[in-house]
C-alpha cells in the first residue's frame, strides 16, 4: 500500500492534476520500471476517466509514467484540450501521456458526446492536444461512423 501512494504521489506531482488510481491488487518492480494494477482498476485524472480489469504502467528512468496500457473491458471517458468529450469503450488501450494520446484496439466503441457522432471499429486512436482521431476497421469488418444529422423544418 505504501508503493501504491508513492506512486501516485510521483505520477500527481509529475502532471500536475492529481491522478488517482484505485485496484483490488497492485504490484511494482522498481528495476523495471512496471506497475501493474488488477481487479476493478479505476484510473482518474481531472475530468478522464479509464476503467479495465488490468492496468500496466510504464515509467521511465526519470520516474514519468510514459505509458499506462489497459486490458480488458475497458471503459473511458476523455475530455481533449479543446473541450470536446468522449466516451466509450474497447478491449484494450494505450494511453501516452507525453503525447496525451490514446490508442484503442478490439470492438472499439467511441461516441463524441459534443457533436453526437460515433466510431466503430477495431483501432481508434485520439489525439487530446490535437483533438483528432483515425479509425481503422478489423479485416473483414469496416470502419463504422454514424451523424446524427438534424434537419431543419420546412418554414
Known sequence: MKQLLLLTLLISSIFGDE???????FNTDQKTGISIFEGDVNIQKAQDELNATKVTVHI???REPTKFIAQGNVSFFVVTQ??????????EAIYFP???????????????????????????????????????????????MIFNL???EAE
Not at 491522478?19 to 491488487?25: C, G, R, S, T, V
Not at 479543446?82 to 478491449?91: A, D, I, L, V
Not at 457533436?115 to 479509425?135: C, F, Q
Open 150 to 152: 438534424k434537419e431543419k
Open 82 to 91: 479543446e473541450g470536446s468529450r468522449y466516451k466509450g469503450e474497447s478491449q
Open 19 to 25: 491522478l488517482k488510481i484505485k485496484a483490488n491488487q
Open 98 to 144: 507525453q503525447k496525451k494520446e490514446y490508442h484503442f484496439f478490439k470492438n472499439v466503441h467511441l461516441k463524441q458526446l459534443d457533436d453526437n457522432k460515433e466510431i466503430t471499429g477495431d483501432e481508434v486512436v485520439l489525439k487530446s492536444i490535437e483533438g483528432t482521431a483515425y479509425a481503422k476497421g478489423a479485416e473483414k469488418e469496416p470502419v463504422i
Open 60 to 62: 521511465n528512468e526519470k
